[in-house]
């Protein structure tokens, strides 16, 4: 038997602190890259790529050719989960537009029947890109954690306030909880089949975690994803999964105590002397970057990754952004943080 080669990024999830460390970048395919906007071209819209396996392996190989980082983020959506869970999905212009599912009677239509057969797709994706991968470069599987799956099934899409589905919550909570559970057992089977693939680490996106108070964020981010990494964990018991609860604030640190994740996402405002007293001295942390910072670039975007790597880097971390790679982002300065990420840091 070949022995496994240790991948940075699970060297790091096994404890371990990496100079340099481990990096890669939410949103790191997309359309700052000509190769992305070339390749969605070929498909018929933004569904149609995710679930052609050639053209979403090749997605998701693009930016590891080009930078090489130390993870691949599979291509997909989190937006597949209600796809199919047989929402009808189409992405305009300015973002994904969903049929709301605006109550219990709505969410009486959809079905969890189809689910592993609709997102065979992704799977095959997953198995083609372990095997493209170098040997030194992890496979990523993500979903969005229930909470802000279900904001775009009930909103239809984007929001600007979450009226809709904060209404529906507090208003119906038996109601609400059986649309999040059934949303929840969809993303266990698509994280699974990631996993089954050949994913190594799994993130669950939960974009929208910042906007609930206390209690909602206990019921409707917290307990729905415990019970997907227990899930998870019962069925591969060395699959990693980071939780990135998005705008979390004061709450990052109950998520990270009573969700049972291995490693957290920092979004881009988490402090970075509170993350390493009071998060990373428990669990492995990644982040937390400003987006814009990597699309201005020069003096600034130096100074930043070094201030980071100072900060967290004495302890298990993975350098990331707090949020995804911008559309209008340079493909040059995306080249110059690799440069920087190859380097130890010294002093
Ligand atoms: O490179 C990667 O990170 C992997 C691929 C990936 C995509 N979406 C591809 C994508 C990942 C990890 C996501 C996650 C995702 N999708 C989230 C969570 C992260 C976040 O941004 O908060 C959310 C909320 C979605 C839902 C979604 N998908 C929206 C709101 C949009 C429209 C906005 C936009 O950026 O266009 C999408 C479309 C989308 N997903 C694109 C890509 C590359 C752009 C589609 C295109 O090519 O036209």
Redesign the pocket.
């Known amino acids: 038997m070949i022995e496994t080669l240790p991948k940075p990024l699970l060297r790091v999830f096994a404890g371990e602190t990496l100079n340099p460390p481990p990096w890669w970048l939410?949103?790191?395919?997309?359309?700052y890259l000509p190769e992305y906007r070339a390749l969605?071209a070929r498909a018929a819209d933004?569904v149609s790529l995710c679930l052609t396996p050639p053209l979403a392996a090749e997605a998701t190989l693009q930016p590891i050719r080009r930078f090489g980082m130390d993870a691949a983020?599979?291509?997909?959506?989190?937006?597949l989960v209600p796809y199919a869970l047989g929402q009808k999905l189409g992405?305009r212009g300015d973002?994904?537009a969903l049929d709301p599912v605006a109550d219990r009677h709505a969410a009486a239509a959809l079905s969890g029947g189809q689910v592993g057969a609709r997102l065979a797709p992704v799977f095959e994706a997953a198995a083609r890109v372990r095997t493209e991968l170098p040997a030194s470069t992890a496979l990523i599987g993500?979903a969005?954690a229930p909470w802000?799956v279900a904001t775009?099934m009930v909103e239809g899409g984007?929001s600007r306030d979450f009226a809709a589905v904060r209404a529906w919550a507090y208003r119906d909570p038996a109601g609400f909880a059986a649309l999040l559970e059934l949303i929840e057992a969809a993303t266990i089977e698509f994280l699974a089949g990631q996993v089954a693939a050949g994913a190594e680490i799994v993130q669950l996106?939960d974009?929208w975690a910042g906007i609930l108070p206390e209690p909602g964020f206990v019921r409707w981010v917290i307990e729905p994803t415990r019970r997907i990494v227990t899930a998870l964990k019962q069925r591969c018991p060395e699959c990693r999964v980071i939780g990135f609860p998005?705008g979390a604030g004061l709450l990052y640190e109950r998520y990270m105590l009573e969700t049972g994740v291995d490693g957290l996402g920092l979004d881009t405002v988490v402090p970075i002397g509170y993350a390493s007293a009071r998060l990373q001295s428990r669990i492995p942390v990644q982040g937390n970057l400003d987006p814009v910072l990597l699309r201005v670039g020069g003096a600034a975007l130096a100074e930043a990754v070094a201030a980071l790597r100072r900060g967290l880097g004495n302890a298990p971390y993975v350098f990331n952004l707090g949020?995804?790679v911008l559309p209008e982002t340079p493909v040059e300065n995306v080249a110059e943080l690799a440069r920087l990420m190859a380097e130890p840091l010294s002093d």
């Open positions: 939410m949103r790191q395919a997309g359309r969605r933004f983020i599979l291509f997909s959506d989190i937006l992405f973002g994904p993500f969005g802000t775009y984007t996106f974009s998005r949020h995804g």
